[in-house]
């Protein structure tokens, strides 16, 4: 079992930063794991935002690519999602993802989630 606990969500105005983070535990978490963050807006399908596996290997969304970085702490067993240059269309809530598979993040369909943590960027 992994749980996972996201922080560092709030309020923020557009062009501005914030960074998330995604603190994973659990008997069978390892650094192999592959990990991924996914948000969903009111009245939408949760989507893939960014993901890290096999070591430095990341994906990104084309919405947040130039702006999002996924990074990843392996000795604290933590992922962290800078973003930059906030717009109004990234208000969500962000959830962090693990999986010991690659395709079940590509796929959304990964065997840990968070419980998301809101991030509001007003205009």
């Known amino acids: 079992q992994v749980q996972l606990v996201e922080s560092g969500g709030g309020l923020v105005q557009a062009g501005g930063s914030l960074r998330l983070s995604c603190a994973a535990s659990?008997?069978?978490?390892?650094?192999?794991?592959?990990m991924g963050w996914f948000r969903q807006a009111p009245g939408k399908e949760r989507e893939f935002v960014a993901g890290s596996w096999s070591g430095d290997t990341t994906d990104y969304a084309d919405s947040v690519k130039g702006r999002f970085t996924i990074s990843r702490d392996n000795g604290r067993s933590t992922v962290y999602l800078q973003m930059n240059s906030l717009k109004p269309q990234d208000t969500a809530v962000y959830y962090c993802?693990?999986?010991?598979?690659?395709?079940?993040?590509?796929?959304?369909?990964?065997?840990?989630w968070g419980q998301g943590t809101q991030v509001t960027v007003s205009s």
């Open positions: 993802a693990a999986d010991q598979r690659w395709e079940n993040i590509a796929t959304a369909r990964p065997l840990y």
């Open positions: 659990g008997r069978t978490f390892s650094s192999y794991y592959s």
